[in-house]
């Protein structure tokens, strides 16, 4: 896609969105030619009874940063009352093309973002004129993309899409992403006694589809979530029996039942990664998930002589699943990642320049150099002041600074530290 190439109107609503199922609705049909298969596992994985089908990215969540177009927003607004208007009336809804591919638009905007277009590969968020700051754009990417066309694929279509709706769009950060191994086992995974599972998370539920019982959740709502469920009776709701092709390609006899673990991740979640790139983060996917499979959630077999769980031995069927490989890339223990927590530039000057300005408005300094040599000043009288005479300026700007030396330590630091 072109980023000068024109927003098209498609011509007949009605026809276009007859079928919200079509599973060839995506956006260039060579994407998954040019960009590769999708992330799966290409030889199946049998360990003690436990059979790896597939693993991969099952829901991906980018926001993207620009300036929405104004040609766009004109076209959204007008699309958004004519939707308005066929809610009331009961006619087609309206329709938005971008580069040939058609979009619903919605009559309701979602939380900050005035408008919402969607097909059955994508759902976009778009922001107004006056976009505070909230990324203008947001961009959820459906599990059919994914799992047919691949992880690369669907994100380089979403930023073809970015750039057709934002000047000058960044190549996006990962709000939200799901990674999803899905596996046959003898075991009943509804029947586990709860003492086995050891969890980060306190709250765990049970995972229910139209009241019929599928699985557990563990730590529903929070930045890190996981769901164990039987996916073959899932997809009875859901419709997406396109994911039946991709088991029998990877060796299910097409009877048993077949189990997914899945794991959501938030941004907040994502943060020790150092970057919310998605072409770094996908390097990081067998990381991610031997660590949330062996550290965060995991299947202990109970010993009775030790009343400590987290000495427990992990069972042979999980073990299976924690060494389940998204890509090529080795894994790395990313909690070392942590520990480089220095603040970033932006953090320091912004928020030291933010307080600084403060200080200038309030004591009427018009000059920034006349007012960093008045800043110390100021502080010491402060910390002669009777409520802080506990301790003097100095003493606390050194206390401050040996405090961040242990809070900030740079990985580069440790590991040397560790030769």
Known sequence: MSKNEPIQETADDEILFASQKRTDFVVDKNLTDVQGAPLCNTAPLKYNGTQILRSGVDSLYLSF???????????????????????RSGKAFAALGLAGIPFKVHAKGQNMHPFVISNHHFRMRIAGAQAGKVPPLYIEISSELLSCCGYESSVQAAREFAELILNDADSGSISRIDLCVDFTSPIDWQSIDAKRWRCRSNHRALYLESEQLLGNVFGQSGDVSARLYDKTKEIVKSEKFFFKELWQQNGWDGESSVWRLEFQLRREALKTCQSLDPDFIVELFNSLWRYHTTQWLSLCDINPNDSNRSRWALA????????????????????????????????????????????????????????????EEHARNYFKSAENKHIS??????KKVAEKKVKFVKLGHLLESEK
């Open 65 to 87: 940063n620009g300036d929405v177009r104004s040609g766009l927003l004109s076209q959204l607004h007008d699309k958004k009352a004519l939707a308005q208007a066929g809610g």
């Open 316 to 375: 042979a069927e999980w073990q299976a699943l924690s060494e389940a490989k998204f890509t090529p890339h080795p894994v790395e223990d990313i909690r070392r990642q942590n520990f480089e927590c220095v603040p970033s530039d932006e953090t320091i000057f912004v928020g030291a320049t933010g307080y600084l300005t403060s200080f200038m408005a309030k004591y009427e300094y018009e000059s920034l150099a006349e007012a960093l040599t008045a800043y």
């Open 393 to 398: 300026f100095d003493a606390y700007v050194e």
